[in-house]
Each structure stands twice: as C-alpha cells, then as structure tokens.
C-alpha cells in the first residue's frame, strides 16, 4: 500500500507499541482539516515543528481539493450538463488532489516517519476521519532484511 | 473443486499449478451496514428497494405511454423539437435517478478497533469516575464551528463521534455525512455525495411531468379540433392515464423541490430542518449558511465532487483489519419514527410531528422511476491496485 520496502521491513520487524489518531478540527466549518496539536505520546520521537509542518500540509492540500471557485463551479456545471455521465471518464479535481495527497503522505513517511519509527496512515483509508500514526516499538534500526 | 481433484490424481503435477481461478474477495463484502451491492461493489443501494421498482414503472410507463400516444401526433402537427426534447428530458432524469440511487451518499465507514478504544480511553478520561448506581452523562464533544457551539454525538453502532450534519440512518444501519433523509422512492440515503443528484433528479421530474402534462392537454386539444373529444380518448386512451398520473405526481414533486429549494437556500437539510436545529430563539444559528442564498446554492449544487470514503472495490487481504461485527449493536438512543407513509428520517429523536408531515407528504408521492431494461452503467470507476478513492456519482 502506501508503504516502500523499508517500511515493510520495519512492520515486519518490529511490533507496534501504540497509535496515535489526530482528530478533525472543526473550526472552520465541515472542510477536512486536522487538528495541528502535537500528541504527547510523539514527544520522544519527533520534532514538534517537524509534525505541525507536515499537518499543516496536508491540511492546505484538503482546502485545495475542496475550495470552491472558479474551477470547482465549471467542473460542476459541465458535468451537470452532461447528467455527470462525464464522471465516468473523468478524474474530478478532488481525486486529484487526493493522489497528490497519497504521494505526499508517502514521502514524508519515507523520509521522516520510517526512520523514527512511525507510521503516517493516510486519513481517506479511516473515512478521513483521523490522522492515524503508528508508533512502533524502538528496537530495529529499519535497515532492509 | 474438479480441476482440484484432477491434479491430485497427477502426481507429478506441481500443487501449485491451481487451474481454479482464486475468487478475490472485495471490501463491500464484508462492509457492515444494510446494503445491497451490485456489480460486484459498484452499486450501493439500500436493502428494500420495492419502492424504487414502483418509480422507475411509473417514469418509464408514462413516458412510453407519451412517445408512442402523443409525440407521433405532435412532431407531424407541431414540431419535432417537441418529441427530442421530451426524450433529452427522459435522459436526464434517468441518469441523476440512477445515479442518486445507486451511489455512495456518504457512509462514514465505522471505527477499526484500535481507534475505537482510543475514543473510548478519551471519553473515559473526560468523564472521570461516575459513582455507582449513576448513569454515565451521554456521550458529547462540544466543538466550536464558526463561532457557534454545536454538538457533536457519540454513535455506539458506528463507535465514533459523528462529524456535524452527521446522522446515523437506521434503515441503512450506517452513519451518513451531512445526512439530509432516506428516501424508499430511490431507493437510498440522500447525503452529502448525492444531495445534488437527488436534487437535480426532482428538478428534472417536474419539468418533464409539467411537460407531458401541458403538451397531453394541448395533443387533446389539437385533436379535439379535427374531430370530437370522444373519438380523440379513444384514438389515444394513453392519454387519460398520463394525464391522471402527472397531475398527481405534479403536486407533490414539485412541492418536494420547492421544499429543497427552501433548503439549498438556506443550506439546511432536511434533517436539520425536522429537528428543528437552527430555529428557535435558544438555538444556535445555522454555523454552515454563507448568510447569502447565491452561495449557499453553488456549495450545494456546484461544490466539489466528494470521493467516497468507503472502499468497496479495494481487495482484501490478509493485513486488511475487519471491523468487528457486532451481533447486537448497542444503537443510538431514543426510537426511530417508522411512519406508515414514509420514513422520512427514521432517525435517533423523534421529529417534530408537524414538520414530518408536511415533509413526508410531497416525499410519498415522489416517483423515481428508471428503465429496468437500460444495463446499469458502472458508477465508479476505481483503477489500481490501491484502494483509491472512487468517483463520485
């Protein structure tokens, strides 16, 4: 899935210790966004900047693929038009940005989460409902098999 | 199992060489919830779909009475734009039905394990110790959204606190985002994913029914002229038929769009609208209106197309946690409404009984109606090994 060999190694190796579900935030009306507080169960394990970057990334991206302007009033009244029989051929702009959205919770698992033991799930696989991170127990250094 | 057999007898052939092709289980299989899919997880529907035959019946029957009784008639005497137009308007109705019916409204899928005993951890912190012989307080998050508080509920089926306008559907036992109500005549909820669909679809459904009803009259007019009015019924007997249908049909569909108009406007569904949440002097005002109907209506109808959160067509494997099913959910609190007429909202709290009324009045009479025979187009077209969130119908 949304994991590379070494984060296969490192699930395999090691056990989980604990998860942490960052929950949404609300503010600012139903729009996806997540709470940026920092867990206290990652305090040991991650800078707290490092984690409220990358929260506050994936929370721009979300407002992107649901902002309402120009782009999505055309997409929707094209479809519209053509009794949304064009959604079968057509990727809509939510969808798009949504891959954009797995890239990036790829990499950043990648290259931060992995190597400190964590592991960023992304939220449209729990109903973007929370952030789940998955702490794993700090015995294996992650190197491959 | 055959071709199984046939290898053991071999034994030289390799066990591994399986000729049986492996039958790959897809998530909506082990969905909980009270859906019905089909093709092979592209349909979701609910479970009693009688209602939804009876619309599609009454749609197709009264059309196909209109194309072969009255457009023969008056594409030669009037124009043929007149007939094209009523079968684009068909078209259209068909497809928002289909795709209101048949899609996705919204289900938020239920909590795994491991983030349902964190909720709970949370709330039991947030509670303390409640002394014995007490009742626990109910399960609330206040959440400030726009300057307003609102609350959000704990759902003991779904084991999650409902996101706001969020509502538990106990006909499809799912909890549905920005749940406006279900509706038996298609057949499925109307949430978030289809409101607009279900909108459109009641739009459409009243031009095409003041339409066939204005040009049925006009047809019998016309004719009326040539010869009697007698002989014109018994040369089209289809007429009267439709006529009947479409003037019944006509009050409360287009009462039922009115209604929704009303809603858009507001940007209100028509949950928020039973129970009474933004009105009333000690209640908050509605936090999600933008306070101007013209951008309330373009949130509503041209938003963002959102993706399903429910992965039907993804594969399972062994790593794919299940939920766990629960025999006997403990489900929300106080007993749903099951009116004879139609269940509007079987819902948690019992709605207002005036307003239900008035609600389920012009929602009995709607007819979605779809062509048993047109092949059902696949809705969601989801590529990949991934589980990539499909598109929305």
Not at chain 1, 98 to 125: C, M, S, V
Not at chain 1, 133 to 140: L, Q
Request: net charge neutral; with cysteine; charged share 20%.
């Amino acid at each position: 899935m949304a994991e590379t060999h070494s984060l296969q190694d490192i699930r395999q190796q090691a056990s989980v210790a604990a998860k942490v579900f960052i929950q949404r935030d609300y503010t600012n009306g139903t729009m996806c966004q997540f709470q940026t507080k920092f867990p206290s169960e990652l305090e040991s394990r991650i800078d707290k900047q490092q984690f409220e970057e990358t929260l506050r990334m994936l929370n721009n991206l979300y407002a992107e693929a649901e902002k309402l302007g120009g782009q999505s009033y055309v997409e929707g009244c094209l479809a519209c038009l053509t009794a949304y029989t064009i959604f079968l051929c057509m990727e809509t702009h939510y969808e798009k940005v949504l891959k954009k959205i797995a890239k990036y919770i790829q990499e950043q698992n990648d290259k931060i989460y992995a190597p400190r033991g964590l592991l960023l799930t992304d939220p449209i696989e729990r109903g973007l409902r929370v952030v789940e991170i998955t702490i794993f127990e700090d015995r294996s250094t992650g190197s491959g098999r | 199992m055959y071709n199984i057999w046939h290898i053991r007898s071999v034994p030289d052939i390799n066990m591994s060489a399986v000729m049986v092709p492996k039958k790959v289980t897809r998530k909506w299989e082990k969905l909980p919830g009270k859906n019905t899919f089909c093709c092979d997880g592209r349909v979701m529907m609910a479970r009693q779909k009688g209602v939804f035959y009876l619309t599609l019946f009454l749609i197709i029957g009264t059309c196909s009475l209109f194309f072969a009784f009255e457009c023969p008639y008056l594409g030669v005497h009037l124009s043929p734009a007149i007939p094209v137009f009523a079968v684009v308007l068909f078209l259209f109705v068909m497809a928002v039905l289909l795709r209101t019916s048949f899609s996705d409204p919204g289900v938020l899928p239920r909590a795994l394990p491991d983030e349902a005993a964190f909720i709970e951890m949370e709330i039991e912190a947030a509670i303390g110790s409640v002394p014995a012989g007490q009742r626990p307080p109910p399960r609330i998050r206040n959440v400030q959204i726009n300057n307003q508080i609102v609350k959000l509920k704990y759902c003991y089926t779904c084991k999650i606190f409902r996101p706001p306008r969020a509502s538990h559907c106990s006909i499809c036992d799912n909890c549905v985002d920005r749940f406006d109500h279900h509706c038996p005549w298609v057949g499925n909820c109307v949430g978030k994913r289809n409101y607009r669909y279900f909108y459109l679809f009641t739009l459409s459904l009243s031009l095409l029914t003041v339409y066939i009803f204005t040009f049925d009259i006009v047809h019998v007019v016309l004719r009326s002229l040539e010869s009697d009015f007698v002989t014109t019924i018994k040369e089209t007997p289809g007429t009267v038929l439709e006529v009947l249908i479409c003037f019944f049909t006509l009050w409360s569909v287009v009462g039922l769009t009115g209604f929704h108009t009303y809603l858009i406007t507001l940007n209100q569904t028509t949950n928020e609208d039973i129970k009474g949440s933004w009105t009333g002097k000690n209640r908050v005002q509605n936090p999600y209106s933008h306070r101007n109907v013209i951008k309330n209506c373009c949130e509503v109808l041209c938003g963002p197309a959102y993706p399903s959160v429910l992965d039907r067509r993804g594969v399972m494997t062994e790593e794919t946690p299940a939920v766990p099913q629960e025999p006997e959910a403990k489900s929300a609190p106080p007993p749903q409404t099951t009116r004879t007429t139609a269940p509007l909202i079987p819902n948690e709290h019992t709605p207002d009984d005036t307003k239900t009324k008035l609600a389920a009045a012009p929602e009995e009479e709607e007819k979605p109606h779809l062509p048993q025979d047109t092949p059902l187009p696949p809705l969601d077209t989801s590529a990949g090994p991934r589980p990539d969130p499909q598109s929305p119908q």
